[in-house]
Each structure stands twice: as C-alpha cells, then as structure tokens.
C-alpha cells in the first residue's frame, strides 16, 4: 500500500547545529504537508507545499518539495532548544485512502544545549 | 481559534471494561479521524468519518469501533478493553479532503 517514509527516525544535535529530516513517498503527492510535535503534545500544522520543486521558508525552518513530488525535507537552520520534538510530513491517501493524510512516522529531534 | 477536544487527558481501565473517548470540535468540520501513538509507530488510524453518520474503517481497526451521530462528536468506543491497547489516543478533525488536520490534546489510555 502507499507509504509515506522519514529518515533519520532520531536526531540529535547540539544547539546552534542545523537539522534536517526527509520525506519520501511510494506515489507521487498532490501536496505534503508537515506537523510539529512538542514532547508531551499533540501535532501541530507547520505548512503545507503543493507546487513541484517548491521551497517555503519560516523564520529558521525551510521546506522543500521535490521536482517529481515524491519527496520533501524540512531544514532548521541553527536549533534552539524551542525546536526539540518530532516532525512528521504527511500525503493524501490515493484509492481506498482517498480523503485521508498517510503520515510518515516521524524523525525526532534533541537538541542539546 | 479553532479546537478540538477529547473528554480525558489521562484514563486508567481495567481488561475487559467498555472505553468511550470522547472527542468534540467546534470549526464545523466534515472529518474527524481517531489515532493512536505508540512510540516508534507513529500515527496509525484507526477510523475516520467523513459526515455524520458514517464512519470508515482505518488501518488498524480491531478492537475498536466509533459513533458519529452530531457533526461536532467523535467518539471511539473499546468495546472490551485489552492491555495491547494502552496507547495514546488522538483526535483530529479537517474541512476537505487530505486537508490540514487539527489535533485534540490526546487521552493517554492505561489498561491494566
């Protein structure tokens, strides 16, 4: 069935560091959309890309979607300890799956101060 | 601003025991969709609604099924209540298709 995969699963990086986690899809995507989770919280929208090759930037975050969109990163220019948690991207199901969003499982950051 | 709410935070059960999670949102969305978390696997669905009364099944729905009876109201339903369903549960609601998804805070459900 269609997947939705992230690597690295954890990273860990030293404070003023950069981080940046990958996503690639099994299909191509109409959009990908990307969600923050704090420790102890629930997943929070951060942006969404829709156009092939498209790259959008927020403050110290930069988002990325490929040319063929199938994949898409998220790069954190200079971490803070704010940006610890975990990132998930996500696609809209196709076939039986139509409607919903398949979630990657995630790349969790620590950053040590 | 928008918000979605589920009826516990936390929630200590015993095997065998009904479960009902309540989850509530206030935007008018059509969809509303049920997860758990487990560390290491992610979000995995459980059963989604595309309007009120309907419900479809997710990727993992044993055990488990759901109502939909008002627009606002989701709710998960563990009909006996197993240890391998210690999890944390989330709720989220969104307007369209595959769009942006609004979480609740989540019930982190202990069953002993």
């Known amino acids: 069935g269609q997947q939705v995969m992230q690597i690295p699963q954890y990273q860990h990086v030293q404070e003023g560091e950069d981080f940046t986690t990958y996503c690639n899809s099994s299909?191509?995507?109409?959009?990908i959309q990307w969600y923050k989770q704090r420790p102890g919280g629930h997943p929070v929208f951060l942006i969404q890309?829709?156009?092939?090759?498209e790259v959008k930037k927020q403050k110290r975050l930069t988002f990325q979607f490929g040319e063929a969109k199938k994949n898409s990163s998220l790069h954190i220019t200079a971490t803070q300890t704010t940006d610890v948690g975990t990132y998930f991207c996500?696609?809209?199901?196709?076939?039986?799956?139509?409607?919903?969003?398949?979630f990657g499982k995630g790349t969790k950051l620590s950053v040590k101060p | 601003d928008v918000k979605v709410t589920q009826s516990s935070r936390y929630l200590v059960k015993r095997t065998g025991e009904k479960v009902f999670l309540e989850c509530v949102q206030d935007?008018?969305?059509?969809?509303m969709f049920w997860y758990r978390q487990d560390p290491g696997l992610g979000l995995r669905l459980i059963y989604f609604?595309?309007?009120?009364?309907?419900?479809e099944k997710g990727d993992i729905p044993e055990g488990y099924s759901v109502s939909r009876e008002k627009k606002e109201r989701f709710s998960l339903i563990l009909e006996s209540a197993s240890t391998n369903q210690t999890s944390m549960y989330l709720c989220?609601?969104?307007?369209?298709?595959?769009?942006?998804?609004?979480f609740g805070p989540g019930t982190r459900l202990t069953v002993l």
């Open positions: 989220a609601s969104s307007q369209g298709l595959a769009g942006e998804q609004f």
């Open positions: 299909t191509t995507l109409s959009n």
């Open positions: 890309l829709v156009k092939s090759g």
């Open positions: 996500a696609g809209p199901g196709t076939g039986g799956s139509q409607g919903n969003l398949i």
């Open positions: 935007m008018d969305h059509e969809n």
């Open positions: 609604s595309y309007d009120v009364k309907m419900k």
